[in-house]
């Protein structure tokens, strides 16, 4: 648990120093957002149908955007190394990790997205519906993305691969996640969605670290 | 006491080297040997467990490396070619970090660590703008912090001035004298007192002790 | 252990080489039997579908095809899980092997599935949850693939590819469940894919037999490929500098 903590504090503290990589995701989140009404047109109820599609696929995108510098620093100047011959197991040092990714990159785009929502008309209750998604869908995407970017690392061209590697993992993320405002809003209930992404984060909270240990030791070999 | 019994490494479809073994016993060191490219470092990263041998075993107290990896790991002290320090912390705030996944040195300790290799502990300088010899000498200062008792150094001396060589050596020493066990890399003769061996990789004079 | 080890390292692919060569043309021949026996039934026995007319046909390619890609995915990701446990090179041989001929087959279902979609549905494609999933498998097939060739240290490639299929293999249910689920929520004035009410024995003689020799295809192609990884690999052992003076 000390080694969870010290990681996550280091993360966190780098991550501060270079505020400017949280800047760059946020731009992309919105400069995704804001390019789909151009694209679509003004109208209002159509934007309101495919908000939530469009949010949930641009924070996919940004949260991609700032995987590789997960591991790919730490990686290059050493550290990795030094971590992967802690005293402590790699999973766990990879699941302060994969926090530290979610709290520096995709907790900012749940706190925006109401904002951007607001700019496709949507209501109070699906804007609440978007960020609860987003806040359970989020830490799925680090979590898969831990590994993409694990399998990748020191790769040539890496960017493209990890998000060929990781398009078909996030479908079901997608799939429920972006499904929870219409299943609210058609009056089914987004319970059922919820609690998908709910199981599905508990299993991956569980599986990807290890997984994600298994990428780096055979990337640091 | 670190064991290396007929160790095989293999990089892609290359041997690098077969049948390596030597005994490395408490308070003695080796130097291991060989051209550019012959796979020291390879060597090297075997010996941390980082690297899985192609046949042959590594054990560290009569216990093979990936039965008992964490207690192996807590007596080791590992130094790459990368220093493994961030450079956009300062020499400091590196040694902190790097010493708080084990066990948290005190401010003090490190002032203390820092001094020893010659860095201004008070420096607020990110490792940045150090040169690279000031920035191996921050990775190095992890040499006086902690207990470690195997310490597998690779090119420890590369980059560092004279002065600093002699600092790294007197550390080297000191570990030495407790009964700690070094495995090293260099290029350059290593003057170290106690039981010293050098291991060839990949010449003709190869001996095993 | 270590007897076997060493077993699978070095006396394994020098085995296997020659054991594989003389395999391949038996496996060969009978996808070939089986084609022609399952393309005959497929259409000359199996009668007219009351509905779809000829151009049912095409499902004597299509759904073999379909469960080929399915079953070799597991089969890839068996190889490389047995890979990463035992260190045997020669089932990540198998499973680099066997990822181009399962993308194959998910392509090939892709095709016949849209050359089929046209004159039933009137459309190439539709986000139907089959077409959609196997879409979604081929990618998995492109991941591992591309990564494979991406990394430069063949064992590295490997052992990262082997892990790709797992994590794959594991996903490939919640994929499946995922689009079902996002399908049956979205189910517009959308065609749906019709089951075939009863299925005549001929029509079913026609699949098997064409499953058949998709398997029997699937293990000479893979055994073919795995040779040429094998020699590729192995080049500078002493069996296959034997091999190559023997063939000079």
């Known amino acids: 648990m000390n080694a969870f903590v010290a990681v996550l504090r280091r993360d966190l503290l780098l991550a501060m120093r270079r505020k400017s990589d949280v800047a760059m995701t946020l731009f992309f989140f919105i400069m995704v957002a804001s390019l789909f009404p151009l694209a679509i047109g003004p109208e209002t109820a159509l934007l309101r149908t495919i908000a939530p599609g469009v949010l949930w696929v641009a924070a996919l995108l940004a949260s991609l955007l700032s995987l590789p510098r997960m591991f790919e620093t730490d990686f290059a100047d050493g550290t990795l190394e030094q971590l992967a011959l802690a005293p402590a197991p790699l999973a766990l040092i990879a699941l302060a990790k994969i926090l530290a990714h979610w709290l520096g990159a995709c907790v900012p785009l749940v706190v925006l997205a109401p904002v951007l929502a607001l700019q496709f008309g949507l209501d109070a209750r699906a804007i609440a519906m978007l960020c609860l998604s987003l806040a359970l869908g989020t830490p799925l995407l680090s979590l898969l993305g831990a590994m993409g970017a694990a399998l990748t690392l020191g790769v040539r061209g890496g960017g493209v691969l990890v998000a060929l590697i990781l398009m078909p993992l996030y479908v079901p993320v997608l799939i429920f996640g972006a499904g929870v405002v219409d299943a609210d809003a058609t009056g089914m209930g987004a319970a059922a969605n919820l609690s998908l992404l709910g199981a599905m984060l508990a299993a991956s909270l569980f599986l990807a670290p290890l997984g994600t240990a298994s990428a780096l030791r055979i990337a640091l070999e | 006491m670190l064991e290396v019994s007929a160790l095989c490494c293999m990089r892609g479809e290359r041997e690098i080297f077969r049948d390596m073994s030597f005994v490395l016993a408490d308070g003695a060191w080796i130097h291991i040997r060989g051209e550019n490219g012959a796979g020291k470092t390879t060597l090297l990263k075997a010996l941390t467990g980082l690297l899985r041998p192609a046949s042959g075993s590594v054990a560290w107290n009569g216990i093979p490396l990936h039965e008992s990896r964490d207690d192996f790991h807590r007596d080791l002290l590992y130094l790459g070619h990368a220093n493994g320090i961030k450079d956009d912390l300062d020499a400091a705030e590196n040694l902190m970090l790097a010493g708080s996944i084990v066990d948290a040195p005190t401010a003090a300790e490190i002032t203390l660590a820092m001094r020893e290799l010659g860095l201004n502990p008070s420096s607020r300088t990110p490792v940045r703008s150090l040169s690279q010899g000031q920035k191996r000498r921050v990775a190095l200062s992890r040499l006086a912090l902690g207990r470690t008792k195997l310490w597998i150094l690779d090119e420890p001396f590369a980059a560092l001035d004279t002065a600093a060589v002699a600092s790294v050596c007197r550390l080297m020493d000191r570990h030495l004298d407790r009964g700690g066990a070094l495995v090293l890399t260099s290029h350059q003769e290593v003057p170290l007192g106690g039981r010293g061996t050098e291991v060839w990789i990949g010449t003709p004079q190869e001996n095993n002790p | 252990m270590f007897s076997l080890f060493n077993w699978f390292r070095y006396a394994s692919p020098q085995t296997f080489y020659p054991l594989a060569g003389r ?225 000079s």
């Open chain 3, 23 to 247: 395999m391949i043309p038996w496996f060969a021949g009978a996808a070939a039997v089986f084609a022609a026996a399952g393309l005959y039934v497929g259409f000359f026995v199996a009668p007219t579908d009351a509905q779809q007319s000829e151009v049912y046909r095409v499902i004597f390619i299509h759904v073999p095809v379909s469960w080929m890609s399915m079953f070799i995915y597991l089969v890839m990701a068996a190889w490389g899980a047995i890979g990463l446990a035992f260190n045997t090179r020669l089932s990540f041989m198998m499973a680099r092997s066997l990822a181009p001929t399962g993308a194959l087959f998910a392509f090939l279902s892709l095709w016949t599935g849209a050359l089929w979609g046209r004159p039933t549905w009137g459309t190439w494609w539709v986000w139907d949850a089959r077409l959609t999933s196997e879409l979604i498998l081929l990618f998995l097939y492109l991941g591992v693939m591309a990564l494979q060739a991406a990394i430069d240290d063949q064992r590295r490639g490997d052992r990262a590819g082997a892990l790709l299929a797992i994590i794959g293999a594991i996903n490939v249910p919640i994929i499946y469940f995922s689009v079902v689920w996002w399908n049956t929520l979205h189910q517009g004035a959308s065609v749906s894919l019709t089951r075939a009410p009863s299925m005549a024995r001929a029509m079913l003689a026609g699949m098997l037999l064409m499953s058949l020799a998709c398997w029997m295809y699937s293990i000479a192609v893979s055994l073919a490929r795995a040779r040429c990884i094998m020699l590729e690999r192995e080049r500078h052992t002493a069996w296959v500098g034997e091999l190559a003076g023997s063939a």
